[in-house]
């Protein structure tokens, strides 16, 4: 089955500018992640979706950040406007339910660099 | 809150040889916990978790961890190390039984294989 895919790969951009990721989780997979890892550090969980509504967004800097899965498959993931510190890896999730014996499955990730 | 701790940031060893990585938890109710590995430019893998099920946890790749509630420890452990085996790895907690893949995670170990 074809895994969690994430686009761009790599992204360039400069600080105040604006950046979208995009995240396309497996097939029949209600819930989905957004995780940012900056270098050196474990992954920091930015929102949870079930379906289409958010389930946490708790860590989600929500002054510059903003994520939305509007028909509860696709989801993408924006940065207005981008700081330094905001270079990382987006991890995009996703797994069948939210129960803790249901596995989420990772994809490769968007390495954006803000300079 | 909950929270993991991963003693090392790096550790080597020689092929062959056991593999020990070491987690500890901080939680206020049962943990859930988990392990991942991340190869370079990759997502991440899940290892192996416990549910509260057997406190012995047997994964992929031959890996196994231990939960011990008296040392609020869940240390990764593989009898001989392979080449293959070098990456980085992740002990993560979750929220709660309900909280499926909103994970909590360690700072991460760099394991690296000597030939």
């Known amino acids: 089955e074809a895994g969690v895919a994430q686009s761009p790969r790599y992204k360039i951009i400069e600080k105040r500018q604006s950046v979208a990721f995009w995240c396309n989780p497996i097939?029949?997979?209600?819930?989905l992640y957004w995780y940012q890892q900056i270098l050196g550090q474990g992954p920091k969980l930015l929102i949870q979706?079930?379906?289409?509504?958010?389930?946490?967004d708790s860590q989600l800097p929500k002054d510059r950040f903003s994520a939305e899965r509007l028909k509860g498959v696709d989801s993408t993931l924006k940065i207005q406007p981008a700081k330094l510190e905001d270079s990382a890896v987006y991890l995009c999730a996703s797994s069948l339910g939210s129960g803790v014996n249901t596995e989420a499955f990772f994809g490769q990730g968007t390495r954006l660099t803000v300079v | 809150a909950q929270s993991v701790t991963q003693l090392g940031s790096h550790v080597s060893v020689s092929e062959g040889a056991l593999v020990l990585l070491r987690c500890n938890y901080s939680?206020?109710?049962?943990?859930?916990l988990f392990w991942y590995v991340q190869y370079p430019n990759q997502g991440l893998q899940l290892l192996l978790k416990?549910?509260?099920?057997?406190?012995l946890v047997k994964g992929i790749n031959g890996f196994e961890a231990e939960f011990k509630k008296s040392e609020t420890s869940f240390h990764l452990t593989k009898p001989s190390a392979h080449m293959s085996d070098a990456a980085e790895y992740f002990c993560a907690v979750s929220r709660g039984e309900t909280s499926g893949s909103r994970l909590t995670f360690g700072e991460g170990t760099q394991l690296t294989v000597n030939p």
């Open positions: 416990y549910t509260s099920a057997a406190t």
């Open positions: 939680s206020s109710v049962p943990p859930y």
């Open positions: 979706f079930q379906n289409n509504g958010v389930v946490d």
């Open positions: 097939s029949g997979h209600a819930t």
